[in-house]
């Protein structure tokens, strides 16, 4: 079956400081690559994507490093603040967009003051 | 532009009732997926619709189905409830489903 491996489940970082994520897929048809962050009874809200062609994308103080070769991407969150603590989701997609997005199981983040 | 908006946001029904939620797209977009999040599976694709048409069905069973009108808007049927259905139901648009998907907020079902 197809899956998308998250790790951290949940991180504590401090005011400032970096806020790493991680994920792992084993399905090498994924070309795709989105991060989501979800507030509590909110939707989840696209952040940044990626495709498999790049192997860094930076959009303000988030940036997706991917590992082709490793099938690993992840997510820096740079000077973090307490307004990014939500819970974060990567998820992987194939089969040119009609498939749907497959999701890891989300990271807790919370950023101390 | 408006988002994804999802009626009703709320719902509670009873084991063995049925169920029928709406989501309407972001003008323009004529795609939208179905998914259900839960604490213990997290967040799960149930189905995709294009230009009226289901392209692409997750692992879920034939109680869930859905269907998408001309103005792209979508509903997602329930029935037979059972109570692991219990979850928050997110729709999803795209301009044609090879883009990037926009979240709605989401109808938080209960079922007792």
């Known amino acids: 079956q197809q899956q998308v491996k998250q790790s951290p489940q949940s991180l504590i970082v401090q005011k400032g400081g970096i806020s790493i994520i991680n994920c792992a897929y084993e399905?090498?048809?994924?070309?795709?690559f989105p991060w989501y962050q979800q507030f509590p009874g909110k939707g989840p809200a696209l952040l940044i994507a990626i495709r498999p062609d790049v192997s860094e994308k930076k959009e303000g103080r988030f940036t997706i490093s991917f590992n082709k070769s490793a099938k690993q991407f992840s997510l820096h969150i740079m000077d973090s603040q307490p307004g990014d603590s939500a819970t974060y989701f990567c998820?992987?997609?194939?089969?040119?967009?009609?498939?749907?997005?497959?999701f890891g199981k989300g990271t807790h983040l919370i950023i101390q003051p | 532009k408006a988002g994804v908006t999802q009626t009703p946001r709320y719902l509670i029904k009873t084991r063995g009732q049925q169920v029928t939620l709406s989501c309407s797209p972001i003008?323009?977009?004529?795609?939208v997926s179905w998914y259900q999040q839960t604490p213990g599976q997290g967040l799960q694709f149930l189905f995709e619709?294009?230009?009226?048409?289901?392209?692409n069905k997750g692992n879920f069973p034939g109680r869930f189905s859905g269907r998408q009108f001309s103005n792209s808007r979508s509903e997602m049927n329930v029935s037979t409830l059972e109570l692991g259905d219990s979850a928050l139901y997110l729709c999803?648009?795209?301009?044609?489903?090879?883009?990037?998907?926009?979240f709605g907020p989401g109808t938080r079902l209960t079922v007792l």
């Open positions: 619709y294009f230009s009226e048409t289901q392209r």
């Open positions: 999803a648009s795209s301009l044609s489903g090879h883009n990037e998907q926009f």
């Open positions: 003008s323009g977009h004529r795609s």
């Open positions: 998820a992987a997609r194939s089969g040119g967009g009609a498939d749907g997005l497959t």
């Open positions: 399905n090498t048809a994924f070309d795709y």
